[in-house]
């Protein structure tokens, strides 16, 4: 393994005559220093250079040609790239032979870089992220390069191979001992499994200060020198690099950090090459005393750049120890744009608990005593902090499921390019404007972007009154729209009994199960439709007027209410015949949910004057948006300009189409009116041997049960719900409650719920409802 070639010496006439025969070269020839081949440059008489290197007859063939053609793929892959350019004989070969003296040596030549050695001298800073970018370069170039010759190369150098330099620790002075089998054992133990499947291909293997050339403003210019390639983990070039960098008059801390974060500028690291870098850098540093004891053992005295490395060595591992391990992995992480801790985490829900309530408050809402500590999202499934899953059964803002790859690439690759706001052109709120216009009804083609439900109802709300004149309005009895001042006013649900708002006046809702016109009403749509009248009355009489009706068609928070046929039309009708407008709120009914169609209120065969949406739009990602006619946005716009900052940003734009597109590509409108009804079915079993389940009911993925103590009374059974939320939860099942007197389980998950996730949550609720 150990390299033991001493140059050849071959006398300069005839290297001169060869160099005019083979390659048509001839000029003024100067030595140059190599470890194993008779290297020199030669002037040409056209001013330019070229080095010509004799090499060693023992060097394999396969090798130098596989350089050879390396050098031509990078010629090819990145011109702009300042590495050696090969140059052919002039018959057109990769390499020269000349043979001399009965003896045949390869010939290697290859274009001259400008520049100087580096050596010992530090490089900027800046110079440094520079040098990063440029072994990304080198890697990105390499990629594509197939040899199998430098596989299986027996270097000394190969990090891979440090354990057979091992024996050489009890060479070293005993001060250094203990800290040489301590880097190796880590070695063997946790880096060499790592190494063995990280992403591999030829590398250069041995880019050091000695094999690059710095211009005169101090950046490195060229790499040279690659004799060392192998085929091998490609962050040991940034790995071996960012070592041999070191310098004893530099910060290694800013070093190692620049370098990094230089490469990664460029080209990404893998999370396990970036928490592994420092373990290499430490294996690399302590290569050079290990490999100078070897050659000591063999009588070899190590010479030029090599003491120079061996000397500082030792005592820059000592530095690195000194600053510690772990504050390097974090700064080498986060270098590579990785979290400085990989697993922030704490295990413990109560650690986690007890540090939220000192900066978050007690009153905040949570669901479940104790709290779940989530950390981790996939499709339908939930994760908490101790590695147990749950089924999520309850959340409707991860739409097409937890962390989406689509979606999260979407966000992320945007996020990486552009993210600004509407005052600029953006193609992406463009997109998303347009796509949104092409799925609402005819005549809503102005979108307005915001960042939540709550904004979007709030817009919608004062573009209603700025059209309309007026200022009264109407909500469901128990409804919830937001959380501004004004959505308040339309959110009774928020505060039950101190629900005030002079202006609002609420429906009551038309409950099929136990409404206000009990269970038996012939045509309930209209009838329910009538019960608006009186509050219309009420707020022209007041002088109020109604600028709007806002209405969330899943009835969500009125228990998931299946509204009977022409409610919904009613109700608009009145409304409108009273001088007002429609505010279809589809944060919850919207996007597919209700399986019939994509909106709600298509599904009540309504036609809105607003659309307006919130949570699923993003799929967790902040989007909200008001989809309206274009009159009454103008009209609203001659009081002033709008803005929202964050409003159809290009990232939460690219969240939104994203969204749209999986919706679209896994058919999850579809399937959601299928596993909904599917769901249902399997509830509707349940409901024939427990009496507790009093009523099953809604549309496509948006499902009510409401529990009873007693099915003649419909007593409702709230206590019962908090105990089966929980049995639930025991199960591993996420549902939530809901409904005025809080006896509805509510059963609303991501849209790509699937049946054989139905049939898990229909039997944890059975287990549940028998253990009551
Ligand atoms: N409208 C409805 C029907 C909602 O369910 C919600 C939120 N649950 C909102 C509006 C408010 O949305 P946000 O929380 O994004 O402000």
New binding site residues.
């Given amino acids: 393994m150990l390299n033991t070639f001493r140059p050849p010496e071959v006398a300069l006439p005839a290297l001169a005559s060869f160099a005019d025969v083979a390659y048509g070269l001839s000029g003024t020839w100067t030595r140059l220093e190599g470890e194993r081949d008779q290297n020199f440059r030669i002037l040409l008489a056209d001013g330019s250079s070229v080095v010509f290197k004799l090499c060693h007859p023992a060097e394999g063939d396969e090798i130098l040609r596989c350089q050879a053609e390396a050098l031509e793929h990078i010629a090819l892959a990145d011109p702009g790239l300042p590495v050696p350019r090969l140059k052919r004989t002039l018959e057109s070969d990769l390499l020269g032979c000349m043979v001399h003296e009965g003896t045949q040596y390869p010939v290697m030549v290859l274009s001259w870089l400008e520049g100087s050695v580096l050596g010992e001298a530090a490089l900027s800073r800046a110079a440094l992220y520079d040098l990063g970018r440029l072994l990304a370069r080198l890697g990105l170039a390499l990629r594509g390069f197939v040899s199998g010759a430098p596989a299986e190369r027996d270097l000394a150098w190969d990090t891979r191979r440090v354990m057979q330099l091992a024996p050489q620790v009890e060479n070293l002075p005993e001060a250094d001992r203990g800290l040489a089998r301590e880097i190796l054992e880590r070695h063997a133990e946790f880096t060499t499994p790592l190494l063995r499947r990280m992403r591999s291909q030829i590398i250069h293997g041995d880019v050091h200060p000695f094999n690059a050339l710095a211009d005169r403003t101090g950046f490195v210019s060229g790499i040279i020198d690659f004799g060392d390639m192998v085929h091998g983990p490609l962050v040991l070039d940034l790995a071996n690099a960012a070592g041999d960098f070191l310098n004893p008059a530099q910060d290694p801390e800013e070093t190692l950090f620049d370098m990094v974060r230089g490469y990664r500028s460029l080209s990404p690291l893998e999370e396990e090459e970036a928490s592994c870098l420092i373990d290499l850098i430490e294996v690399r540093l302590l290569m050079t005393p290990l490999i100078d004891a070897l050659k000591s053992a063999n009588g070899i005295q190590s010479q030029g750049y090599f003491s120079s490395f061996n000397s500082r060595s030792m005592p820059m591992i000592r530095q690195l120890r000194s600053i510690g391990h772990d504050r390097l992995k974090g700064l080498l992480r986060r270098a590579a744009a990785f979290p400085a801790n990989p697993d922030p985490h704490p295990k413990l829900v109560e650690e986690a608990l007890s540090r939220r309530r000192q900066v978050m408050g007690e009153k905040l809402y949570v669901f479940y005593d104790p709290p779940l500590h989530m950390v981790k999202g996939e499709g339908v499934w939930l994760e908490n902090s101790s590695g147990r899953r749950f089924l999520d059964c309850y959340n409707n803002v991860p739409h097409v499921g937890h962390c989406h790859p689509y979606v999260t690439e979407a966000i992320a690759r945007q996020a990486k390019t552009l993210n600004t706001n509407t005052r600029y052109i953006t193609d992406q709120s463009i997109e998303y404007a347009e796509r949104l216009v092409a799925l609402s009804p005819e005549g809503l083609t102005a979108v307005v972007f915001v960042n939540?439900?709550?904004e979007a109802?709030d817009l919608a709300w004062r573009m209603a009154k700025a059209f309309t004149g007026k200022s009264g309005g109407l909500a469901m009895d128990f409804a919830?729209?937001?959380?501004s001042e004004s959505i308040d006013a339309f959110s009774p649900s928020n505060a039950p009994d101190h629900w005030r708002a002079p202006h609002i006046r609420l429906l009551p809702a038309p409950c099929l199960y136990r409404g206000v016109l009990g269970g038996d009403v012939a045509e309930p749509g209209a009838r329910y439709a009538e019960l608006a009248a009186e509050p219309i009355a009420e707020l022209d009489a007041e002088g109020h007027g109604v600028a709007a009706v806002m209405i969330?068609s899943a009835f969500?928070t009125n228990g998931i209410l299946d509204a009977p046929t022409g409610y919904l039309r009613g109700v608009a009708a009145r409304v409108r015949a009273a001088g007002g407008l429609f505010i279809a709120?589809e944060?919850?009914s919207g996007f597919g949910r209700m399986g019939t169609a994509f909106w709600g209120h298509r599904h009540h065969g309504v036609h809105p004057d607003f659309i307006t949406i919130?949570?699923p739009a993003g799929n967790g990602h902040p989007v909200?948006a008001v989809i309206t006619r274009p009159e009454i946005l103008s009209h609203f716009l001659k009081a002033g300009p709008f803005f929202s900052t964050f409003g159809g940003n290009n990232v939460a734009c690219a969240a939104g189409l994203a969204v749209l597109d999986v919706i679209r590509d896994e058919g999850l409108v579809e399937n959601a009116l299928a596993v909904g009804a599917y769901l249902r079915d399997g509830l509707n079993r349940l409901a024939a041997r427990h009496a507790l389940i009093g009523d099953v009911r809604g549309i496509g993925l948006a499902t009510g049960v409401e529990l009873v103590r007693d099915r003649k009374t419909k007593a409702p059974a709230p206590a019962e719900i908090i105990r089966v939320l929980n049995l639930l939860r025991d199960e591993g099942v996420l549902v939530g409650g809901e409904g005025k007197l809080g006896n509805v389980l509510k059963i609303r998950p991501p849209i790509v719920f699937s049946r054989d996730h139905a049939d898990l949550a229909v039997a944890a609720l059975d287990r549940a409802l028998a253990k009551l």
């Fill in positions: 939540s439900g709550s109802n919830y729209h937001g959380v969330d969500m709120d944060v919850q919130g949570k909200g």
